[in-house]
């Protein structure tokens, strides 16, 4: 007697053979850029703010991954920057670590490349049956895109750990795997910010809050004020900045603040963690 028995259909899955490098005014022509990590919290809206928002520290590029037949199959995002390898250094040293750079601009700073997010951690792009074959792509082939670049260091900043079977063939690519510290999860399931002093703070802080806030509401309001050049530039002799631009000082009505241009209205935009997967010169990590 014979049976019949139903075999399900085998889907062959495409290893991936080119990575271009692209801008961001190029995205545009690929449709599968609007659908990228569809599935994760953020989506590729989230890199589009972070590419217009963050500029000055950041050079941001995407990484094209295209099949045997020219069909993108993934845009892996990745990003530039100049990596300060002595910015834990003491007050002792970063005078004299500032001298030397005032005649080698460069030294100690290492140019690296960067895939993932700027700005939180990073994910692979794509279906997930496709992983495997564009890390080992970007595996292969990232290093020469990195000298291109001018990087002499590759870091897969901050993947989770559910790609590690997919980043291992970086492994053997000469690649290290260094842990990070994981994202961290606040609990803000609060119907108000009443409910949060009640449920999260305790009666000491609750108190010390509504004072403040009492202060603040009698308080006269904060006004902008914008001042000439020539105040800019007697400011700057006595505080020792060399800065030249128009100075925007915040005043209110009880007194003046007295600060300059450089601690009041400039803020520094952050940088990239320092807890990520790194590598050798030239090397990478992954998650």
């Given at each position: 007697m014979k049976r019949m028995v139903e075999v399900p259909e085998f889907k062959q899955v495409h290893c991936p053979s080119r990575l271009e490098v692209v801008g961001r005014e190029d995205l545009a022509q690929f449709p599968c850029w609007r659908g990228a990590f569809a599935n994760e919290r953020k989506d590729h809206r989230y890199y589009e703010l972070i590419d217009d928002t963050l500029h000055s520290e950041f050079d941001y590029h995407y990484f094209v991954i295209r099949d045997a037949s020219g069909e993108v199959r993934a845009v892996q995002p990745f990003f530039l920057l100049d990596q300060?390898?002595?910015?834990?250094?003491?007050?002792?040293?970063?005078?004299?670590?500032?001298?030397i750079r005032n005649m080698w601009p460069r030294f100690m700073r290492a140019r690296t490349l960067m895939v993932g997010c700027a700005a939180g951690e990073g994910h692979l792009d794509g279906d997930e049956a496709y992983h495997r074959g564009h890390?080992?792509?970007?595996?292969?082939?990232?290093?020469?895109?990195?000298?291109?670049?001018?990087?002499?260091?590759i870091v897969l900043k901050e993947f989770p750990a559910r790609y590690r079977s997919a980043l291992d063939c970086f492994l053997d690519n000469g690649f290290t795997r260094i842990p990070s510290l994981p994202m961290t999860r606040l609990c803000i399931d609060y119907a108000s910010f009443d409910d949060?002093?009640?449920?999260?703070?305790?009666?000491?802080?609750?108190?010390?809050?509504?004072?403040?806030?009492?202060?603040?509401?009698?308080?006269?309001?904060?006004?902008?004020?914008?001042?000439?050049?020539?105040?800019?530039?007697?400011?700057?002799?006595?505080?020792?900045?060399?800065?030249?631009?128009?100075?925007?000082?915040?005043?209110?009505?009880?007194?003046?603040?007295?600060?300059?241009?450089?601690?009041?209205?400039?803020?520094?935009?952050?940088?990239?963690?320092?807890?990520?997967?790194?590598?050798?010169?030239?090397?990478?990590?992954?998650?």
């Open positions: 300060d390898l002595l910015v834990g250094v003491g007050q002792r040293f970063s005078v004299l670590v500032g001298g890390a080992q792509l970007l595996a292969s082939l990232i290093t020469g895109h990195a000298r291109a670049l001018g990087a002499k260091l949060y002093m009640n449920r999260a703070l305790n009666s000491a802080t609750r108190r010390k809050l509504r004072k403040k806030f009492q202060a603040t509401e009698q308080a006269p309001p904060i006004g902008a004020r914008r001042r000439s050049t020539a105040r800019i530039l007697r400011t700057s002799r006595r505080t020792g900045s060399r800065a030249g631009w128009l100075n925007w000082r915040l005043r209110s009505d009880r007194r003046p603040t007295g600060r300059s241009q450089s601690d009041e209205c400039i803020y520094r935009r952050p940088t990239a963690s320092s807890d990520r997967w790194a590598s050798r010169a030239c090397g990478i990590g992954s998650a």
